[in-house]
């Protein structure tokens, strides 16, 4: 078994100590500027058996109106997918390929044939069996264009076809060498689903996927709830967990429920059990109650942007202008506020937990108002309106940035918005239906988009959000909202894509990161988090070790004393 040309680097140390009044959670963010985050083992794998039985309500911030996890990329999907699918690989805490559903593997020495031998006795749901052709028809499905997969564009690009080589072999060819494969593999977006399933009847997968996971979709009311049957058969959890057998909930019911306050009273009033959605501004109310517990995790891949320009437009196509708005926020500010000191401030362009993040090189951009009246004065915009906005040719300093509030993070904006006023930018909000910006972004119509992160396992999560293939062009659904087409950044994505040692990768990632603080095509202002709570009497809880999400598989319910 060979791992991956590119694993990452989770330290085995454990955080520091608990919140007071609350020993089972995570510790708060660590302040700006630290280097890298990393979680016990124990977080990962299951200490003890639990006992069997009950349902658990889990309340979720909102609904992204389908359970195909394949074609949606989104922080929902990663978690409702591992209750239900199952990958060929698994991460274990230091980032190295482990077994799932794929028992062993080989690369080919030029890096463009993966070698996979499955396990035996695997079922889908609908009973059918786990072979060769069942992975070739998924890996199938998720590269076709007409599929629009949001993976399609950028995780698997490389993978041309697959050839089942008997009924437990499978072999992926792809085009050329592309270090992060196994990893991409490994996420809950590319988890199986039943072959007869997307043969027979694919406009089903949207309401009720069929996978081979821990637990299976009995009912499912867009925007109101999903509820989840534990499979009484299931005996392949990925080998790292520990765990062995069916999951120990009988049932699990997501409710969806939007607004932040209503998740938080319904879990103090014991009406769920488990928010996978806690709202950062009641974390410190829940740490203090002995009742609940909170969890907050940092992921992999890229921090939350607070703006993404979009460098085809003025005057923000002027980089100077990028970089003075850069320079204009107070991260730590917003960490205080709009983050209510639980989003950690960031001005790199990989996460804390990710490797060959680099923070030096992004030094110009922290927080140095001086600075960012400097360039603007130097960019021509010296004259200042009555409001103090600034002026140049007759025309405000204005910057207009298109969001849907999709993923609730824009109270950043706000925060933002007074922020550059104080060195002259007019920052207005321009908020859309999800449609509607989805459709302008398609046609490259907007000035900035809003707050958001895309979310990896790798350091390739720059070529997915900064490489000018990426770019949402025509038929094409990229990831790169800045619309950024720099040859000299794309040249170095791309080769460290291919793989090199660890010492040639560091470097590469360096300099890709150096760029990007030249370029300043989008924001970083803090990191991506995963932010849980749930009720003492939930046990068992381990993290996914691709995306520091729940699994549920290891859950149980202590109703003992109560």
């Not at 309500?57 to 990329?73: I, P, S």
Request: with cysteine; net charge positive.
């Amino acid at each position: 078994m060979r791992p991956a040309a590119i694993t990452l680097a989770l330290m085995l140390t454990a955080c520091s100590a608990a919140g007071a009044g609350n020993p089972s959670s995570d510790p708060r963010p660590p302040a700006a500027g630290f280097d890298r985050l990393s979680y016990p083992r124990a977080d990962y794998a299951e200490a003890k058996p639990g006992m069997a039985g009950g349902t658990l309500v889990v309340a979720a911030a909102r609904d992204n109106g389908t359970l195909d996890w394949q074609l949606l990329a989104d922080t929902n999907s990663k978690w409702l997918a591992r209750m239900t699918g199952d990958s060929l690989v698994y991460l274990d805490e230091q980032g190295a390929i482990t077994p799932w559903l794929a028992t062993a593997w080989t690369v080919s020495p030029d890096g463009l044939v993966y070698t996979f031998t499955l396990r035996d006795g695997v079922t889908f749901a609908d009973g059918t069996p786990l072979d060769a052709e069942a992975v070739r028809v998924n890996l199938d499905r998720i590269r076709n264009p007409a599929t629009r997969a949001a993976m399609t564009t950028a995780y698997i690009a490389p993978y041309v076809r697959g050839e089942v080589v008997d009924r437990l072999t499978f072999r992926a060819h792809l085009s050329e060498p592309y270090a992060p494969f196994l990893n991409v593999l490994a996420q809950a977006w590319f988890g199986l689903i039943s072959p007869k399933q997307i043969r027979e009847a694919p406009e089903t997968i949207a309401t009720a996927p069929i996978g081979s996971g821990p637990f299976v979709v009995t009912r499912y009311v867009r925007q109101q709830e999903v509820v989840l049957t534990r499979r009484t058969d299931y005996a392949w959890s990925p080998p790292l967990t520990g765990h062995k057998g069916p999951a120990y909930l009988e049932r699990i019911i997501v409710r969806t429920l939007p607004e932040a306050l209503s998740r938080y009273t319904a879990l103090k009033a014991g009406e769920v059990d488990f928010l996978n959605d806690a709202p950062a501004q009641k974390a410190a109310i829940i740490r203090s109650d002995p009742e609940l517990v909170f969890r907050n995790r940092i992921n992999l891949g890229n921090p939350v942007r607070g703006i993404t320009f979009n460098v085809d437009r003025a005057p923000f196509n002027d980089p100077r202008l990028r970089l003075a708005f850069a320079k204009a926020i107070d991260r730590n500010a917003l960490s205080r506020g709009p983050g209510f000191a639980e989003y950690a401030p960031t001005t790199a362009f990989l996460s804390a937990s990710t490797p060959y993040r680099d923070t030096a090189v992004v030094k110009p951009l922290g927080y140095d108002p001086a600075g960012a009246n400097r360039l603007l004065d130097a960019a021509g915009w010296q004259a200042r309106g009555a409001d103090g906005i600034r002026v140049k040719d007759g025309k405000r300093l204005r910057l207009a940035v298109l969001t849907s509030n999709a993923n609730g993070l824009d109270q950043v904006l706000v925060g933002i918005q007074s922020e550059v006023r104080k060195v002259g930018i007019d920052l207005a909000i321009d908020l859309v239906p999800v449609a509607q910006q989805t459709e302008r972004r398609r046609l490259g119509n907007y000035e900035a988009f809003g707050p958001g992160y895309w979310h990896t396992n790798t350091p390739d999560g720059l070529y997915i959000v900064y490489h000018g293939k990426q770019r949402d062009d025509g038929p094409y659904r990229g990831q790169n909202n800045s619309r950024l087409a720099d040859p000299q950044l794309d040249a170095i994505l791309a080769e460290a894509r291919r793989g090199a040692s660890p010492e040639r990768l560091a470097a590469l990632y360096r300099s890709a990161q150096a760029r990007l603080a030249e370029l300043v095509p989008a924001i970083p202002t803090s990191e991506n988090h995963t932010l849980v709570a749930y009720r003492a009497d939930v046990r068992g809880l381990i993290f996914d070790t691709s995306h520091n999400t729940p699994r549920f598989e290891t859950v149980w319910l202590d109703r003992r004393g109560s």
